[in-house]
């Protein structure tokens, strides 16, 4: 028998609304997957720590980068920036910002059950 489940981040079964952008969150299968979309000028220590209550992002991500550029730095100041087409792995405290004037949007594989939530 064909087991069937589809899902549209156009009816997302969350949205996690932020400042200069959003989260939406589907489940489907036992799987949670997010949709982050930011406008240029979204800081996540800026836009996102101070309603979470963290200076850096602590959540593990896996993911897939759809539209823009966005640049990832390590608590001790490592910066890698990540652009369209690029799947990702983050691990460990972090902060991330909008590259450019482009929006940017990435899908999120592993996180997105904890991420933009208050500690």
């Known amino acids: 028998m064909l087991d069937v489940i589809l899902k549209r981040f156009e009816a997302p ?3 996690r ?3 200069k952008g959003r989260f939406e969150v589907v489940h489907a299968g036992g799987l949670t997957i997010g949709r982050a979309t ?6 996540w ?10 200076p850096l992002c602590d959540v593990p991500h896996v993911g897939l ?10 608590a001790d100041g490592q910066v890698t ?3 369209a087409g690029d799947i ?7 902060d991330s910002w909008v590259i450019g004037d482009t ?7 592993e996180g997105a059950d904890a991420y933009a939530r208050p500690a």
Not at 88 to 94: A, D, L
């Open 45 to 54: 220590s800026l836009h996102v720590g101070p309603a979470v209550g963290r």
């Open 103 to 109: 929006p940017y949007v990435s899908l999120h594989f």
């Open 81 to 83: 920036e990540i652009a």
């Open 38 to 43: 930011y406008e240029p000028g979204w800081k």
């Open 65 to 74: 980068v759809l539209a823009g550029r966005a640049a990832v730095a390590s």
């Open 17 to 19: 609304e932020l400042v």
């Open 88 to 94: 990702f792995v983050v691990r460990g405290e972090h």
């Open 13 to 15: 079964d969350e949205t």
